[in-house]
C-alpha cells in the first residue's frame, strides 16, 4: 500500500545547528503538508505545497517538493529550542479524503 | 483560524469499560472528520474516517464494533472505545479541515486513555 517515509528518525543537534528532514512516497502526490507536533502536543499545520519543485519559507524553514512529487523535505537553519518537537509530512491518499502521515522525525535540541 | 476542540484530554478507565471521546468543530462546519491513534514516539495512524449522517469508513484491521464511531452533526463526532483493555491504551486524536477554508487539517488536543 501507499506508504510514506522520513528520514530520520531522530535528530539531535546542538542549538544554531541547521537540521533537515526528508520525506519519501512511494507514490505520486498531488500536494504535501507539513506539521509539526510538540512533545505532549498535537500536530500543528505548517504548510502545503503544491507544485512540482516548489520551495516555500517560513522565516528560518525552508521546504521543498521534489520535481517527481515524490519527495519533500524541510531544512531549518540555526535551530532554537523552540523548534524541539516532531516533523511530520503528509500526503493525500491515492483514494478518499484521508491524508497518511510520514514516520515523523523527532528533533531534540542540545542548548 | 480553524479550532477543534477534544475531551477529554485525560482519562483512567478500568478494563471492560468503555470510553467516549469527543471532537467537536467550533466555528466550522466538517462533513468528515478523522480519527487517528498515536503510540509513544511514532506516528499517527489514521483508524477511521468519521462521516456526517454516514457510517464511518474504518482503515484495515481497526474493529469497528470496538471503536464505535458516530459522527451525527456537522460540528461533532465521537469515538467511543467499548470494553477496553491495556493494549487500547494509548493517545488518540481527531481532525478535520474546513470545506473551504485553509489547506491544512486541525487536530484537536488529544484524548491520553489509559487502561487499568
Known amino acids: 500500500g501507499q506508504q510514506v517515509m522520513q528520514i530520520p528518525q531522530y535528530q539531535h543537534v546542538q542549538e544554531g545547528e541547521d537540521f533537515t528532514t526528508y520525506c519519501n512516497s512511494s507514490?505520486?502526490?498531488?500536494?504535501i503538508q507539513w506539521y509539526k507536533q510538540r512533545p505532549g502536543g498535537h500536530p500543528v499545520f505548517l504548510i502545503q505545497?503544491?507544485?512540482?519543485?516548489e520551495v516555500k519559507k517560513q522565516k528560518r524553514l525552508t521546504f521543498q517538493f521534489g520535481e517527481a512529487k515524490k519527495n519533500s523535505s524541510l531544512h531549518i537553519t540555526a535551530t532554537q529550542t523552540t523548534d524541539v518537537g516532531t516533523y511530520f509530512c503528509?500526503?493525500?491518499?491515492?483514494?478518499?479524503?484521508?491524508?497518511?502521515f510520514g514516520s515523523g522525525t523527532r528533533l531534540s535540541i542540545r542548548p | 483560524g480553524a479550532v477543534v476542540s477534544q475531551h477529554p484530554s485525560r482519562v483512567i478507565c478500568k478494563s471492560g469499560t468503555s470510553v467516549k471521546i469527543e471532537c467537536r468543530s467550533l466555528?466550522?462546519?466538517?462533513?468528515?472528520m478523522f480519527w487517528y491513534r498515536q503510540f509513544p514516539k511514532q506516528s499517527l495512524m489514521l483508524m477511521a474516517t468519521?462521516?456526517?449522517?454516514?457510517?464511518?469508513?474504518?482503515e484495515q484491521g481497526v474493529e469497528k464494533d470496538k471503536f464505535l464511531i458516530n459522527h451525527a452533526s456537522l460540528t461533532l463526532s465521537t469515538l467511543t472505545v467499548t470494553s477496553a483493555h491495556p493494549e487500547d491504551s494509548s493517545f488518540y486524536i481527531c481532525?478535520?479541515?474546513?470545506?473551504?477554508?485553509?489547506?491544512?487539517?486541525?487536530f484537536g488536543s488529544g484524548t491520553r486513555l489509559t487502561v487499568v
Open positions: 466555528d466550522f462546519q466538517a462533513t468528515t
Open positions: 505545497l503544491v507544485k512540482s519543485g
Open positions: 468519521s462521516n456526517e449522517g454516514s457510517k464511518a469508513t474504518y
Open positions: 503528509a500526503g493525500p491518499a491515492s483514494s478518499a479524503s484521508k491524508i497518511i
Open positions: 481532525s478535520a479541515r474546513e470545506i473551504a477554508g485553509p489547506v491544512g487539517y486541525t
Open positions: 507514490t505520486t502526490l498531488s500536494n
